[in-house]
Each structure stands twice: as structure tokens, then as C-alpha cells.
């Protein structure tokens, strides 16, 4: 909520995703006891949104809430897949499956969306009144819309091509409340950051030698972002041997 630590959640050694404090310039993360758990967002007052385990095959969960100093975490909603805080820490916004469909609340029990689909990322307006969320849209394109406390949808285009491989990725608000940024979702621009107005004009905001995530962007205006190069090849096990090894030299990045 100071805009200095990070919280975020990681999974080790195919271990399950526990969530972790970290300080700029610090090697070391500090482990929040939090074990089974996807961090979704962190309050002004230091209250975290997580998912608690066991996990549905598309990654659907119980919504529980801690504080980041400490405390017996409290659990929520089940079937839950993503969750926002407002800017106030007095509200969630929410989706969650119930009865077969896929419905976005703002605040949780109001429904300002039901889909045959769940949407991919969500997030809360500098000023809490606003949700973005992606959605599916022509076929298999990603849609960015926009709904209000009063449920009215604005629905900002496509933005992206037909996805066969989605990469799903999260989305941020300027700090003015005027852009929406999200890293691409063409599978073949994972390296780029867009920005789209409330007007519907897109815009790059920076290119990248390798793939990237943007996951916030501060009052400041300093971004938290991550970059990763991947390898991907073939490896095998021959008769006789105890070890696998490279069978593929080539690498994608």
C-alpha cells in the first residue's frame, strides 16, 4: 500500500503457490505463511485478496482475505477466479461462477455481468466507480470493456487477433483514470504494453527485447513489470541410462 514492497505469489520446485513479500534491492522474500494460496490484490490498507486451494482445472478457488502484517486469513467466497479491491478497501469486485455461468460483481452480490465465459483479468478505476475486464469477442479476440457502478458496459474493441494460444494478462489503470495498460494478448507481441483511452485510441507505451508482464503501475507512475525469456526443447531417456538428456538443441524465446 506504500508503493515500496511487493507481494506476490510463486510455486517452487512444483511445490504449491504460496504467497511472499519482497523489498527492492533485497535478495530475500519474506514468506507470508500463506501455503496453497494466489495472491489477486493487495488493499490501500494492507489487506490481501488471495485464492486458497484446492484449485479447480481452470484455476477457480476460495476468495479469503489477511492482512499482510499477520492474522488468521478469513474465507469469503468459494468458485471464485478473480477478485479487485477498491481504491477505498471497503469493496471487492469479484468473478465467480455460479450456476454454470460466470458473473462479475462489483460489489460482491451485485452482478454487473454474467457470461458463458469467464473473463480473463479485471480491475477497479483510480476513482471506484469504473471495472475493466477482457473478454472474449468475435469469436475468439480479446474484448477490453468497461462497467460502471451502475452497470453500464462501454466496450473499448478488440484487442487483439483471433487467439488460438491465449496468454492471459493483467490489467492497469493510469493513475489519472484516462488509459487502460495490458501487455499484449497475441501470442506473437508478448514483448509489447499498450495503452487504450476511454475514447477507444490505442497507443505502444514500450517495446521489449523478450516477453513481459505488467502488473501495476504506481501513483507515481513507476511500473511493476517482469520480463522471462523461455526455452523449450526435447529430452529424453534412453535404455540403460539413469538420466535424460537434450535431444533438441533448438530454443524459442
Not at 62 to 71: F, N, P, V
Not at 180 to 197: H, Q
Amino acid at each position: 500500500p506504500d508503493w515500496q514492497d511487493v507481494v506476490y505469489s510463486a510455486d517452487w520446485d512444483a511445490s504449491p503457490s504460496r504467497i511472499y513479500q519482497a523489498h527492492p534491492g533485497s535478495p530475500e522474500s519474506r514468506d507470508l505463511d500463506l501455503a496453497n494460496s494466489q495472491l489477486l490484490a493487495v488493499s490501500s490498507k494492507g489487506d490481501l485478496a488471495f485464492l486458497q486451494g484446492p484449485f479447480s482445472h481452470d484455476g477457480f478457488g476460495t476468495l479469503a482475505r489477511t492482512s499482510i502484517t499477520g492474522g488468521q486469513p478469513r474465507q469469503l467466497l468459494e468458485n471464485v477466479r478473480l477478485a479487485d479491491w477498491s481504491p477505498d478497501a471497503m469493496d471487492l469486485a469479484v468473478v465467480r461462477q455460479v450456476d454454470g455461468k460466470y458473473r462479475l460483481e462489483y460489489p460482491v452480490g451485485k452482478v454487473q455481468g454474467e457470461f458463458a465465459f469467464a473473463p480473463f483479468a479485471l480491475r477497479i478505476s483510480p476513482d471506484g466507480q469504473r471495472v475493466a475486464y477482457t473478454q472474449y469477442t468475435m469469436g475468439t479476440r480479446i474484448g477490453l470493456y468497461v462497467v460502471d457502478r451502475a452497470g453500464n458496459v462501454q466496450n473499448l474493441g478488440a484487442i487483439s487477433g483471433q487467439t488460438s494460444d491465449l496468454e492471459i494478462a493483467p490489467l492497469c489503470w493510469s493513475p489519472d483514470g484516462r488509459e487502460i495498460w495490458f501487455r499484449s494478448y497475441d501470442p506473437s507481441d508478448l514483448n509489447t504494453i499498450y495503452a487504450i483511452g476511454l475514447n477507444g485510441v490505442h497507443r505502444v507505451v514500450a517495446r521489449f527485447p523478450g516477453r513481459v508482464t505488467l502488473f501495476e503501475i504506481a501513483a507515481d507512475g513507476r511500473l511493476l513489470l517482469s520480463t522471462e525469456n523461455g526455452r523449450k526443447g526435447i529430452r529424453g531417456v534412453a535404455p540403460g541410462e539413469e538420466m535424460d538428456r537434450d535431444l533438441d538443441r533448438k530454443s524459442v524465446v
